[in-house]
């Protein structure tokens, strides 16, 4: 049998890039990632988009004055938005230019396995070497990409993106922004601090720095009269956004899964870290200045929240017209269940204080537990407990779930999810079917110190 360095998908540097869409990947790569492959071809009419993303270490401009050493993707936080529509394939050739391996996860795409992106389902893409990942689109919203090695350094240091995919079928906007909302801890070099002490591993890291597209506080301005849809990402390591635009409403048109059945009107929104929103923002008057802020929110950390913190400000101009039309229903979103149900799992989402490690976090009672398969097209409905007395954004790969309860409360709307809040001793009811995609998958905290500290786990869904 011929000795190979590495698995095929993984070239190393100088293999010369064929431009679009023509890579295949070579006959002793692993059997799933081989069909995974060779399965994704666009829709007819849709197209093949490929690029290139180069993991490197460069220098951020934070703001005027204040740059940092970064880890991002293109020399840039967040790293390109990577725009596509729906039965579009993405071909994605990652470029490892750090000095340490990475994988890259692609947080809510129904794609299969062996593309998701995890140490689970591919080797490690060593400093040196490309992986290309490729995969059809199957769904419409707002998604991201984001390091999935060594989070609490290289999320943090910026490898993160946005990623927006699109129905033919859209609401009509006079504007469309893709906000992207992070916070870094700098040290007094202005460089990022590395990750810290107990506290933080019990709380996560929340940075002092806030970010909006990679810039601290920024300004937004747009016309007054016009209704813009914002597509927010929130990729903070442990921050919960309590988002306020000044106080004032805005409509609430997507989340995780992409858009909701109708719009609903709140002034505040909670996205928990991994969580995307789409809001329909406007219309204001000319002159008007809001705060775009988080609100003070207690999730049982022992850093306080007790003032606004702001992220950017928003200025409105001069009026400009308005074509923008929001309709009543959105989308038609069927409930997955309906009267009274069986709940087939419970996951006990804990913690142990440990002498030797400090805080651990577990799922039933097991750091990195291996829980039991998922059989496809069978009807999952998981009790996920929290039995902390801190918060954790519950996440689960490469399938969406409808919430039927939040501590014994049915949701305002029903929507598609991927990350869901679990309060502080509370509860989420989460319901769910796996179409056909098997192999390992995985669930797991997205503050990103408790992920690493083992409260995740990973499951194989089977024919
Ligand atoms: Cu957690």
Redesign the pocket.
């Known amino acids: 049998m011929p000795k190979h360095d590495h698995d095929d998908e993984h070239k190393t540097r100088d293999h010369t890039h064929s431009g679009a869409a023509q890579h295949a990947p070579a006959a002793h790569a692993s059997e799933a990632y081989r069909r995974a492959y060779a399965a994704a071809q666009p829709d007819v009419g849709r197209t093949v988009i490929a690029i290139d993303l180069e993991a490197k270490e460069f220098d951020w401009i934070i703001a005027p004055g204040a740059t940092c050493r970064a880890w991002g993707f293109n020399g840039q936080v967040p790293g390109p938005t990577i725009e596509a529509q729906v039965g579009d394939v993405l071909e994605i050739r990652l470029i490892n230019d750090l000095p340490e391996p990475t994988v890259v996860h692609w947080h809510g795409l129904r794609i299969p396995a062996a593309m998701d992106g995890t140490e689970m389902v591919q080797r490690p893409i060593a400093p040196g070497e490309t992986f290309t990942y490729r995969f059809r689109l199957p769904d419409a919203g707002t998604f991201w990409y984001h390091s999935h090695f060594n989070e609490t350094v290289q999320l943090e240091r910026g490898l993160y993106g946005a990623l927006v995919v699109r129905s033919p079928e859209e609401p009509t906007f006079d504007h469309e922004r893709v906000l992207v909302f992070d916070d870094v801890e700098l040290a007094g070099d202005g460089q990022i601090r590395a990750p810290g002490a107990w506290i933080e591993s019990h709380d ?1 890291r929340e940075g002092s720095t806030r970010l909006v597209n990679g810039k601290q506080e920024p300004e937004l301005t747009m016309a007054a009269g016009q209704i813009e849809r914002w597509r927010i990402v929130n990729a903070a390591s442990a921050r919960y956004l309590r988002l306020s635009i000044g106080g004032r409403p805005f409509r609430i048109i997507g989340t995780d899964g992409g858009l909701i059945g109708s719009p609903v009107t709140a002034t505040e929104i909670l996205l928990a870290p991994a969580d995307r929103v789409e809001l329909a923002v406007g219309p204001f008057a000319e002159g008007e200045v809001h705060r775009v802020e988080t609100l003070p929110f207690k999730r049982g950390s022992f850093k306080a929240h007790r003032r606004p913190e702001l992220f950017a400000t928003l200025r409105v101009g001069r009026e400009a017209p308005s074509k923008a039309q929001v309709p009543e229903t959105l989308r038609r979103i069927e409930p997955l269940v309906t009267g009274p149900v069986t709940v087939s799992r419970e996951v006990r ?1 804990g913690f142990t204080l440990g002498l030797k490690h400090g805080v651990e ?1 577990t799922i039933n009672k097991e750091q990195h537990h291996h829980a039991d398969p998922v059989r496809v097209g069978e009807l999952q409905v998981w009790d996920v407990v929290n039995r902390s007395p ?4 519950f996440h689960l790969h490469g399938f969406f779930f409808q919430v039927l309860q939040e501590n014994g409360k049915v949701p305002e709307f029903l929507s598609w999810e991927d990350t869901v809040n679990v309060p502080a001793f509370g509860s989420v009811r989460i319901a769910w079917i796996a179409d056909d995609r098997p192999g390992e998958w995985m669930y797991h ?3 990103l110190e ?2 690493a500290a083992g ?1 995740m786990a990973h499951f194989d869904v089977v024919s």
């Open positions: 996560g989402l976090f801190v918060h954790h954004p905290c997205h503050i408790h992920h409260m």
